[in-house]
Structures are given as structure tokens and as C-alpha cells.
């Protein structure tokens, strides 16, 4: 079992920048591919970016290529996501997630495991 904690999440104005965090505890964060999706009201669960196990390859939704990045650091189990110049339409409830699959075909069905959000608006 593995329990993820995400942090970070907050109002920011268009433009600005985020860090969210997601803190893994119960098994070794190194054992998955990592993910993380979000959902907008109204809409389906996305994926926006994927990480292998050792963080050496990294995957982008095209909507968010150039200005999010994804990283983990295995030693503090944690995974990150940096967002920068946010736009009104990434505004959502961001998830990270964790799988005993491929990072490079991740998707939003068949990840093992989830954590339960964190709310990021951008204001315009």
C-alpha cells in the first residue's frame, strides 16, 4: 500500500507560478512511475505529466509542455510539479498518482494508486 499526500495547491494569478508536492509514505516511492492528472469541474480526469522510476524520462501533456515540469526525489519519497505561467483553463483539482505500469503509457485508468487532490485556481 502506498499513501500520497499532495500539497501546494492555491489561487495564483495568471502568469504566476506554483509548486505542488505530493508525499508518499508506506512503500518506496522509487518502486513507480509517477503521475500526475487533474480534473476540471464539469470535465474528465487528465493526464498532464509522468516520470519514470529513477526520473529519467520524463512525459508532458501537449497542453502543458514548456511550462510544467515534473521531478521526484526518491530519497524523500516525494514527487513535484513546477507550473509556471499559469493560465484560467489550468485551474483543477491536480492528483498525483502512483503505478506499477510504464511511465510513457500512463493514463488516468489503471494507475494503483491516488491521492485526493489539491485545488489549484488561476484567476485572470
Known amino acids: 500500500q502506498v499513501q500520497l499526500v499532495e500539497s501546494g495547491g492555491g489561487l495564483v494569478q495568471a502568469g504566476g507560478s506554483l509548486r505542488l508536492s505530493c508525499a508518499a509514505s508506506?512503500?518506496?516511492?522509487?518502486?513507480?512511475?509517477m503521475g500526475w492528472f487533474r480534473q476540471a469541474p464539469g470535465k474528465e480526469r487528465e493526464f498532464v505529466a509522468a516520470?519514470?522510476?529513477?526520473?529519467?524520462?520524463?512525459y508532458y501533456a501537449d497542453s502543458v509542455k514548456g511550462r510544467f515540469t515534473i521531478s521526484r526525489d526518491n530519497a524523500k519519497n516525494t514527487l513535484y510539479l513546477q507550473m509556471n505561467s499559469l493560465k484560467p483553463e489550468d485551474t483543477a483539482v491536480y492528483y498525483c498518482a502512483a503505478s506499477r505500469g510504464a511511465a510513457g503509457t500512463m493514463g488516468a485508468v489503471g494507475m494503483d494508486y491516488w491521492g485526493k487532490g489539491t485545488l489549484v485556481t488561476v484567476s485572470s
Open positions: 508506506g512503500r518506496t516511492l522509487s518502486t513507480y512511475a
Open positions: 516520470i519514470t522510476r529513477i526520473g529519467s524520462s520524463t
